[in-house]
């Protein structure tokens, strides 16, 4: 059963930058993405970009290209969300989820499984 951990959310300034980290376990096929997706009080949940493991392949939501970058360490079994640049629209609980059987990203991410979340606020 996948298991998915997520962290590094917190309160910072407009402008200002994060990392969020996500560690999960459990696959067991080698064709799967992570990704995140955000939703805010209110709101649809919006997709924010999405990984590969088997290629590294990326996707990114519009609103955030150019300010987010995903990365992963697969020898920690972590992906990572290095949010830049951010915005008060950024604020939302961010969640870490997997689309497995995925083997390539080109479009944002189906997910099937999620973590709790994580808060992120940005305000002065």
């Known amino acids: 059963q996948v298991h998915i951990v997520e962290s590094g959310g917190g309160l910072v300034q407009p402008g200002g930058s994060l990392r969020l980290s996500c560690v999960a376990s459990?696959?067991?096929?080698?064709?799967?993405?992570i990704g995140w997706f955000r939703q805010a009080p209110g709101k649809e949940r919006e997709e924010v970009s999405c990984i590969s493991n088997s290629d590294s392949s990326t996707y990114y939501a519009d609103s955030v290209k150019g300010r987010f970058t995903i990365s992963k360490d697969n020898a920690k079994n972590t992906w990572y969300l290095q949010m830049n640049s951010l915005k008060p629209e950024d604020t939302a609980t961010y969640y870490c989820a997997t689309d497995r059987g995925r083997v390539v990203v080109t479009t944002a991410c189906e997910y099937d499984h999620w973590g709790q979340g994580t808060q992120v606020t940005v305000s002065s």
């Open positions: 459990g696959f067991t096929s080698h064709y799967y993405a």
